[in-house]
């Protein structure tokens, strides 16, 4: 007789063992010469090598195949167990990550296929856009898949904290409660994507960084994924701060909407000027999303049309005075 321990790390044990056992149960079911002990993360396995080794081999496919889909059912374990795991553990190609309760995240319009095939190509990706059109959401999905995937060891995402019509210093609580409000939208995209307690575990062990554009000052930022959203409200100083911290093995992708920038007037865009002195460099790619992108609410697409028709009338008008004027 021989003895296997198989520690699960970074998962939570219920996740594979089912409520009252009930996953570990049918397990053990395919395994009835071995003695199975789970010990909270640990379990511990006594019987015959070959049988042992056919036990661990299938073990690490469960595991490897809830770590994919974020979920593990029993008909999941019958298949994986009982089948040839290769063509149940294939990914359609178009679908960029598995959230939660193996919900689907892939690319859906034109323009984001495009972002998702820059990222495959290039390390520095600007992607630009109104608001709905999906860059952010995207964005952290290429993020949660590269690190899935160990393309990278961490995640930095970041944003500005710029005040849009609101005052950070009469906002109560300390610092992280007043800059939390700003970073919500990347947190509700990590939701969708990876469990909770292990969303939670992820960022106490700072494998996952959230954090505001002026925390970047300083680093060098290595083999991480990392967002840079509401660029927009960046100024000229800020986004060359954070262009020049990429270091080794960084993939940066940096969001904006130039339509809706919250800076104090007379203060430039960082987004703005960055995308006019990157134009065309080697490396860098723009990719340019709008109303056709939008997959909120249909009214969503004519709100956002409404107000782009109405920019180029008062640009038209802007012109036209300025002729006059002359």
């Known amino acids: 007789m021989a003895e296997l321990k198989i520690t699960l790390e970074g998962i939570n044990p219920v996740d594979i063992y089912g409520s009252n056992n009930a996953k570990l149960n049918l397990i053990k079911s395919f395994f009835p010469k071995l003695k199975v002990v ?4 640990t379990l511990k396995v006594i019987g ?3 049988i042992l080794d056919v036990f661990e081999r299938k073990m690490d ?3 490897e195949y809830y770590q994919k889909f974020n979920k593990l059912t029993l008909e999941n374990i019958e298949r994986l167990i009982l089948e040839e795991a290769d063509t149940i553990l294939a990914a359609d190609e178009n679908i960029i990550v598995y959230g939660n309760h193996g919900k689907i995240i892939k690319a859906r319009t034109a323009n984001q296929h495009k972002l998702v095939d820059a990222a495959t190509k290039s390390d520095m990706i600007f992607a630009i856009g109104p608001a709905g059109t999906g860059k952010t959401y995207t964005a952290v999905a290429l993020a949660v898949k590269a690190l899935k995937e160990k393309q990278v060891r961490k995640i930095i995402m970041t944003r500005p904290a710029v005040e849009a019509g609101e005052n950070l ?11 939390d409000p700003y970073m919500q939208p990347l947190y509700d995209a990590l939701y969708d ?5 292990k969303l939670k575990l992820l960022i106490e062990e700072r494998i996952i960084e959230i954090a505001p554009l002026a925390f970047m000052r ?6 991480a994924f990392v967002i840079l959203d509401e660029a927009q409200n960046t100024t000229e100083e800020q986004m060359k701060m954070f262009l020049t911290r990429m270091g080794k093995l960084a993939k940066f992708v940096i969001t904006g909407d130039i339509s809706q920038i919250d800076l104090p007037r007379r203060q430039r865009s960082g987004l703005k000027q960055a995308l006019n002195l990157l134009e065309g460099v080697d490396g860098i790619e723009q990719i340019y999303l709008n109303e056709n992108d939008v ?3 249909r009214l969503v697409k004519k709100v956002i049309s409404a107000y782009s028709q109405n920019d180029k009338l008062r640009e038209e008008r802007r012109k036209l005075d300025k002729e006059q004027n002359n």
């Open 48 to 50: 015959e090598d070959e």
């Open 193 to 197: 994507m990876i469990p909770r307690e």
């Open 169 to 179: 210093g009469f906002l109560p609580g300390d610092m992280k409660e007043k800059l």
């Open 218 to 223: 300083g680093r060098t930022l290595d083999n």
């Open 61 to 63: 496919l469960l595991v």
């Open 295 to 297: 997959i909120r609410h």
């Open 38 to 41: 789970a010990r909270g993360n």
